[in-house]
Each structure stands twice: as structure tokens, then as C-alpha cells.
């Protein structure tokens, strides 16, 4: 588990609480970037994507600011040497981070954010945790490979270790369930790993963890922000259930690709995604037989007008397509075949 929470320290989230400001008005003041270009980007799913050009002045001083607030998410500070810091865009998008590289963290300070604090906060308490974990492991290893009596004890430490991230970051999410950065730590918790034993029989079932798992995967994601977009776990945590918790079955994979489609329309902006994410995944054919989920995802969602933001030229070519793969589905009785003679 230690590596699940630490796999995301290096990212410098900042986020903002909510005021009465509109637009967005936002100071990056990075002391040893002066009189040139950097980039402001943005993730998206697995991609980073640029935003804008950020002009620093001769005090490295550079503000991006706007009438329209900017789409909530995870924004990167590009650095011309392309070394990088990034920051939460949420509520309140009028804030100041001050900094310098190269660590960029530990030289931070952030100004006109409560949200932001708390991050920082938290994130250095997690590199703090990452260095003893790291010494202790490199400890572990020497034992183990001297047949060392002290292993349980270092073993013990460690865990030790993952049991205080956890506590703390439960803490967090609970004191701030209303900030963006509890969210987003919120959505990277997966469920618990239950026993083997049926509550509701009593008896030991093997297959009771992995449908229990499979069932609350996605309980502490929340599909009405549409900021989850902009984190690099929302397209990772749709890969891991249609790949991995669900079976490599064409009716499977629909009947998980509508569960998911239901979760999806507590916001359009993520209906959308996830849509023409699982569309486009299968319209790739990588797997023989799975054209019967790209036909029913086009059937119900698209050639039905649920999908109402899609244009004419598209919607003619999904439509196309679905209708030249309906009937040469596996388990479909071929069409008749008209072909020449030899003579």
C-alpha cells in the first residue's frame, strides 16, 4: 500500500478555496526562471496538454489571468529546461505561488490559498515518510540477504510507516471532504481487500474478494467532477475495471460499459469523455468478437441521440460503421455471398 500512496508525491498539486472572485488571476513566481518563456499545460487522463505560454518578467514573475475561469484540474508550471512543478485549479482561482527551482517544493510558499496550504502541508509530511521508507527498505534488503533476525522488525517498521500515510491522509480528506485535492486523494484509494468469507453466508467463498472489489471500485470517485479529467487517474482507473476486473467477454464488457456510462452522467463533461473513451477503445478491433460492444455503444448511445454533441459527419461515419460490422458479429448468421464462377 506504502507505494500506492507514495507513487504521487512527486506531483506538486496546489489547490484553491472558493471566493467571490470572477475569472482567474493566477501569479507564478519562480525566482531563477527571468526574461523568457515557460508553458502552462494541463493534464488529461494519461496526456499533458499546453494551455498557454507563460512570460516571465526580469523578477520571474508570470500571471495568467482571464475574464472566464479556467477548467478545474491539475495545471503544470513548464519551466524552459522543462523541469516542472504543478498546481490545482479549482474554486478560487486567484492565488500566488512563490518558488525557486530546482526543488521547487521544499523553496514553496503559496499565498491567497487555505486549500494550497493544506496540500503542502501534506506533501511534505509524505516525502518526509518516502525518505525513511527508502532507508528502511535498503535496511531490509542488507538483512535479508544476511539471514538477519531483525527482518520482522524492519518489516514492522515499514508498515508502520504506510499506517501514518494513511492515517494522515484519511484525516485530511475528512477535515476537507469540500476541497478538490480530497478528491482527487479520495479517487486514488482503491477498496479494501475483504476475507474470503461471504458475509451474508458465512461461509468462505473465493471469488467473494474479487466481486467485492469489482463492486465498490468505484465508490470514492467522484464522476460529477468533471476536474477528474484533468488528473492523470480518471482514464487509468476506466483501463484497470474494463481490463482487469472485467472479463474478456464481449457481453461483459458492455454490461460493465453501461455501469460505468451511469456513473458517468452525474456530469456531462465526463459522460462525454467516458463515452467516446469506450467507443474509441473499441472501435480499434484488437480482440476478435468485441465489435458487438463498439455496435451497442453506437446503437444505444449514439445513433439513439443520447450522444447530442456529436456532429453530422461523425455521427454518418459511427452509424457507417455500425452497420457494416452488425451483421458479421461472431454468432450472427452470415449474409449470403454472391461470387463468380471459374467459367
Known amino acids: 500500500m506504502i507505494q500506492r500512496w507514495m507513487g504521487w508525491i512527486g506531483v506538486l498539486l496546489l489547490s484553491v478555496t472558493a471566493v467571490a472572485q470572477e475569472g482567474h488571476h493566477i501569479t507564478l513566481q519562480v525566482t531563477n526562471i527571468k526574461d523568457t518563456t515557460g508553458l502552462l499545460a494541463f493534464h488529461y487522463s494519461q496526456q499533458k496538454l499546453i494551455e498557454d505560454t507563460l512570460y516571465f518578467d526580469s523578477e520571474g514573475k508570470a500571471v495568467v489571468q482571464g475574464d472566464e475561469p479556467l477548467p478545474r484540474g491539475i495545471y503544470l ?24 527551482g530546482p526543488d521547487y517544493v521544499d523553496n ?3 499565498e491567497g490559498s487555505e486549500e ?60 476537507h471532504p469540500d476541497l478538490f485535492y480530497a478528491k482527487f486523494l479520495h479517487a486514488l484509494r482503491d477498496p479494501e481487500i475483504k476475507d474470503p468469507i461471504n458475509p451474508e453466508t458465512g461461509e468462505t467463498d473465493s471469488t467473494y474478494p474479487y466481486r467485492y472489489y469489482k463492486a465498490h471500485y468505484f465508490d470514492r470517485v467522484d464522476f460529477s467532477e468533471a476536474g477528474m479529467l ?62 458487438k460492444v463498439y455496435v451497442h455503444l453506437a446503437e444505444k448511445y449514439y445513433l439513439s441521440g443520447v450522444a447530442d454533441w456529436v456532429d453530422k459527419n461523425q455521427l454518418k461515419r459511427i452509424r457507417q460503421d455500425a452497420l457494416k460490422m452488425k451483421p458479421l458479429l461472431l454468432g450472427e448468421i452470415a449474409p449470403n455471398i454472391t461470387a463468380k464462377t471459374p467459367t
Open 116 to 175: 494550497n496550504q493544506v496540500f503542502l502541508d501534506d506533501l511534505r509530511f509524505v516525502v518526509q515518510q518516502r525518505q525513511q521508507f527508502d532507508a528502511l527498505q535498503e535496511r531490509l534488503k542488507r538483512l535479508e540477504e544476511a539471514g538477519s533476525d531483525s527482518v520482522n522488525i524492519v518489516q514492522a517498521q515499514l508498515e508502520d510507516i504506510d499506517g501514518s500515510v494513511q492515517t494522515y491522509r484519511e484525516k485530511l480528506i475528512e477535515e
Open 230 to 291: 484533468r488528473t492523470p487517474i480518471f482514464e487509468q482507473k476506466l483501463k484497470t475495471y474494463i481490463d482487469q476486473l472485467t472479463p474478456k467477454h464481449p457481453d461483459s464488457v458492455i454490461i460493465a460499459s453501461d455501469y460505468i456510462l451511469g456513473k458517468a452522467q452525474a456530469n456531462k463533461e465526463v459522460f462525454k469523455y467516458t463515452l467516446a473513451w469506450l467507443l474509441n477503445k473499441y472501435a480499434k478491433r484488437e480482440m476478435m468478437g468485441f465489435d
Open 77 to 100: 508550471m513548464v519551466s524552459p529546461a522543462q523541469d516542472y512543478f504543478e498546481f490545482i485549479v479549482a474554486d478560487d482561482q486567484h492565488f500566488t505561488i512563490t518558488t525557486t
Open 108 to 110: 514553496m510558499s503559496v
